[in-house]
């Protein structure tokens, strides 16, 4: 049974930093790609970054530059680097992985930029 985990979500003023981290558990391989999300009120969830086998990573345009997802495959986790934050960041940040061709999410945590 694969678990995810999110954590390190809260209240963070513009310009600020975070860094978010999913804790894998179960049968996870050091090669699963594995993916943020996130969902801000009255939106559809959006891709934000992807890190792949090899470290290879994908971002989506509105957070290059500012964001920066990484893996430890000793401690099962990735990360989410999120420096420059802007309000419209605001969301519940997910991860997701797919193992055995199944699609497991995380519960989420919530990520609030605002003076």
């Known amino acids: 049974q694969v678990q995810l985990v999110e954590s390190g979500g809260g209240l963070v003023q513009p310009g600020g930093s975070l860094r978010l981290s999913c804790a894998a558990s179960g049968s996870i391989f050091s090669d699963n790609l594995m993916r943020w999300y996130r969902q801000a009120p009255g939106e559809q969830r959006e891709l934000v970054a992807t890190i792949i086998s090899g470290g290879s990573t994908n971002y989506a345009d509105s957070v290059k530059g500012r964001f920066t997802i990484s893996r430890d495959n000793a401690k099962n986790t990735v990360y989410l680097q999120m420096n420059s934050l802007k309000p419209e960041d605001t969301a519940v940040y997910y991860c997701?992985?797919?193992?055995?061709?199944?699609?497991?999410w995380g519960q989420g945590t919530q990520v609030t930029v605002s003076s």
């Open positions: 997701r992985t797919v193992v055995g061709g199944r699609i497991h």
